[in-house]
């Protein structure tokens, strides 16, 4: 005969199934952490660094579908346990048959709980003891909903189908709830992953230099009246592709003038090449996006072609010093600013004689697949990180 089950039976199930909860969410945080952050209470059954829990945890069978944690899932299951017993209570009389929703469930966690132990014992040769807590939990848990389904008979029908539903429905929110809560944390786990490759990318100059040294280079041919800064044998050359309406190539032009070429001395040299993001005078864009650039483009080639490089260079920084105002068509001012002859400047600009020089530049730019401004090739390889001193010192040396 079977001893009468007690009051408490009911307690100790929801409390068991609470524990349980909790354990299986410290080791799901232990897994999305990757062990760098445990729970202060892990460290008293575990090491966070090595051990059996670490070996355990970090075993593919730590994993389970869709790459959730094991873990996850065991704090689904435990938590749908707790919520049952909670809301539903103790099935008795004609209604125990609803004691079937939370044993069913039990056993399939048990029969799993078994597999697992075997894993650690058999297979990894490691234990990891709130792993095995959990399963031992999860036996005891069944032994109780056992007992409660033996004896539930001959007492007042409970539960109402109503509360056996609502019970239902209750564990299937909390499933969706835990599922939510495990796709923001596997995306806030993913976007810091992303934050610290992206950190290292950036600060280490050591990989910059060997990604832009694993490029093969272009070539990007060089005219002999192409406008040249720096020393004119430099052992390296930068070729910026540019439009002087567009900010970041102000921002590229004040960083190569005031450090890097000072910083690189006599060891490099920077040639411009044109790229207005404008479809009058490069048809590789589609659309007009600044719409002086190719007047603006203009304008340097007039430059140039009176006084050569140096004029280039000082008609240069005066359209990028201006560039808010160049709407405004101020290009005789310019010349008169740079040192040049207005009337022949102004003569020079309105013939339009350079537009063919731009498109070749932009026609390059298209072989070289360039689709922003600026662009910048170091020795024919192109620089993505060319906002930085030090990435220019790690890649000339």
Not at 18 to 36: E, F, N, P, R, V
Request: hydrophobic letters at 45%; one cysteine or more.
């Amino acid at each position: 005969m079977t001893t009468p089950i007690r009051g408490w039976t009911l307690p100790l199930l929801v409390a068991l199934a609470l524990a349980a909860t909790g354990i299986s969410l410290m080791l799901t945080s232990y897994h999305l952490t990757q062990g760098k952050d445990p729970w202060a209470l892990f460290r008293l059954a575990c090491n966070a660094d090595e051990g059996g829990c670490a070996d355990v945890l970090a075993s593919p069978w730590a994993i389970g579908p869709g790459g959730i944690p094991t873990a996850a899932y065991g704090a689904v299951y435990f938590g749908a346990l707790a919520l049952w017993y909670l809301a539903v209570g103790r099935p008795r009389g004609r209604n125990r048959r609803w004691q079937a929703v939370p044993l069913g469930l039990n056993l399939a966690g048990a029969l799993f709980s078994a597999f697992l132990l075997s894993v650690m014992l058999g297979g990894l040769h490691e234990i990891c003891w709130w792993c095995t807590l959990t399963h031992l939990i999860n036996f005891v848990l069944l032994f109780l909903a056992w007992r409660m389904w033996r004896e539930a008979g001959g007492e007042e029908d409970w539960p109402p189908g109503r509360l056996g539903f609502a019970g239902i429905l209750l564990m299937i929110a909390w499933a969706a709830l835990c599922m939510q809560w495990l796709m923001v944390s596997a995306a806030q786990k993913t976007a810091r992953e992303a934050s610290d490759y992206a950190r290292t990318f950036y600060e280490d100059t050591d990989l910059q230099r060997y990604l832009q040294q694993r490029q093969a280079a272009s070539a990007v041919p060089i005219r002999p009246d192409d406008p040249v800064r720096g020393n004119p044998s430099a052992p390296h050359t930068a070729v910026v592709f540019s439009d002087f309406q567009c900010p970041a190539c102000r921002g590229f032009a004040e960083l190569f003038e005031k450090q890097v070429l000072p910083a690189m001395g006599d060891r490099l040299r920077i040639v411009y090449k044109h790229f207005p993001l404008e479809p009058e005078c490069n048809p590789v864009v589609q659309r007009t996006v600044h719409e002086q650039a190719c007047e603006a483009a203009d304008a340097a080639e007039a430059a140039r072609a009176i006084g050569g490089s140096d004029a280039f260079w000082r008609m240069h920084d005066r359209l990028f010093a201006n560039q808010d105002g160049l709407g405004q068509a101020p290009w005789p001012k310019l010349a008169q600013e740079a040192g040049l002859d207005p009337a022949r400047f102004s003569g020079l600009m309105a013939s339009r004689a350079f537009r063919d020089r731009i498109r070749e530049d932009a026609d390059l730019g298209r072989q070289l697949r360039i689709d922003h401004t600026p662009t910048i090739f170091l020795d024919g390889r192109k620089m993505e990180e060319w906002q930085r001193l030090d990435v220019w010192q790690a890649l000339t040396k």
